[in-house]
Each structure stands twice: as C-alpha cells, then as structure tokens.
C-alpha cells in the first residue's frame, strides 16, 4: 500500500532538478496569447518565463545595445534582420512563427463598417479627431499602416492627424480610452481588447505581408530557452495564437 506522501507525489508536476529562466523580446501585439502560452510553459515545467514587451524597433535597439534577452519575436523581419547583422542571432533558430491582419478600429457602437479602398474618406470619418498608429516610422504596425495608406492613396489626406504611439497597444489604448476616434492596428490588437471592434479590414495586398519572426539570441544558453522556443510552435502555442487572431506562419 503506497503511503499518503508517495501519492501525493505522483500527483504532483515533474519539474526539472533546476529550473531555468527564460527572457523573451517579444512585440506589443503578441502581448495576451504569449501571456497565456509562458504561464502554460511555466505551470508544465517549472521553468520561468519573462516577457519584455515593445515596439520591435526598441526591442531590436536593447538586444543590439546588450539587453539580456534569450529569445526575439519581432512583428517584422527588418528589426530581426538588425539583430541578425549584429551577429545575435543563433544560426539555424530563425524561423518565421507568425502572420496578422491589419485593421481599422473603433471605440464608438455606432461607427458604420467601412470599406477600405482609393474611394475611403478616412478623413472625413475622422471628423475633429485623430488616426492612432504606432510609430509610422519604426513600430511595425505604423510601418505597414503607412504603407496601406500610402499604396491606397490615403495618406495625405490624413497625415497631419496621425496620433503616433511608441508600439501598437498603445495606438490601440488611445482609441478605447476615447482619446482617438480611429486606430489603425492588428487584427490580433482588436480581439484583445473589448472596448473597441474592428469596422474595416484592409486589403492584404494593400501592404507587405505582416510576418512575425522568432529566433534564439546568442546570450541563450540552457535548455530552458530552448524548450520555450519549440513550445511556441507546439499545438497548444498555436491554438492560442489563433484565439487571438493571429494566423501562422506556413
């Protein structure tokens, strides 16, 4: 007959005789599912994850300045190219772990859907306020937004009115606080957030395609990183990617 202390035994995890630490440089849209995919990882295994969430373009700058970081998801492959060129990337581990869908959004219930296309008067939605997006420049999200508008012939009709944020959750806050009427953000951003609903989806072609890359950092050195970085594309990682709007990578 097995003693209280042996079953209570069986039924406990099996975690490693260490556990390791894991630190992720991963973008501000990726915020909710990688929330929910490290505390699964770290209930499994007893290893610690830490997540550092912003815009991929500052994320990209700390890794390069020496941030100790063990893993990079970027929401685009230049900032991960950046990284790459610096020689912090550890060879044969970057892979391509993502896809998303760029989208207008608003806080109002009333706001009509729209479609986005060259007869769009995004200004005139706008009304006296402002068009939320990340950093046109160097957050992802701006970036592709610009471009979107740009090839659709918008922009210019807008650009003057852009709110810019440092990543994207934060374009996404300042339309469900009600500081900006629109906000042009991820699809995944969207069903993060309850206060706000997408009214219009643009045109995938609109755009260069959102690709979020994944790789190990060269300051990666146990198997705890490593076991994180495969968790990501593990059914469970990818079920949850999917809630929450993201598409995967082929």
């Known amino acids: 007959m097995r003693t209280p202390a042996l079953i209570l035994a069986t039924l406990l995890p099996v975690f490693p005789l260490q556990a390791g ?17 490290a505390a699964e990882f770290s209930a499994r295994t007893g290893h610690s994850v830490t997540p550092v969430y912003a815009g991929s373009n500052l994320l990209a700058r700390q890794i390069i300045e020496g941030a100790p970081a063990d893993i990079f998801l970027s929401a685009a492959p230049e900032w991960m190219d950046e990284v790459e060129r610096q020689g912090l990337v550890q060879p044969s ?12 959004v608003s806080a109002d219930p009333d706001a009509p859907d729209v479609v986005i296309d060259e007869e769009l008067d995004l200004s005139g939605l706008l009304g006296d306020g402002r ?3 990340g950093l046109v ?12 508008l740009t090839g659709l012939g918008l922009w210019e009709g807008v650009a ?21 009427p629109l906000g042009i953000v991820y699809a995944s951003d969207a069903a993060a957030e309850p206060a706000v609903r997408i009214i219009g989806r643009f045109p995938a072609d609109s755009h260069p395609p959102i690709t979020y890359p994944v790789a190990l950092l060269t300051g990666a050195g146990d198997a705890a990183d490593r076991d994180f970085l495969a968790a990501l594309s593990s059914p469970g990682a990818q079920a949850a990617f999917r809630d929450e709007g993201f598409s995967l990578a082929p």
């Open 21 to 37: 630490e894991v630190s992720v440089f991963a973008a501000a849209s990726t915020r909710t599912a990688l929330d929910r995919i």
């Open 93 to 104: 581990t970057r892979r391509d772990l993502l896809g998303n869908r760029l989208v207008l």
């Open 131 to 133: 068009l939320a997006m």
């Open 137 to 148: 420049d160097a957050v992802p999200a701006g970036q592709y937004g610009k471009a979107a």
């Open 160 to 180: 003057d009115r852009v709110a810019q944020a440092d990543n994207v959750r934060a374009a996404l806050a300042l339309v469900a606080l009600g500081e900006a």
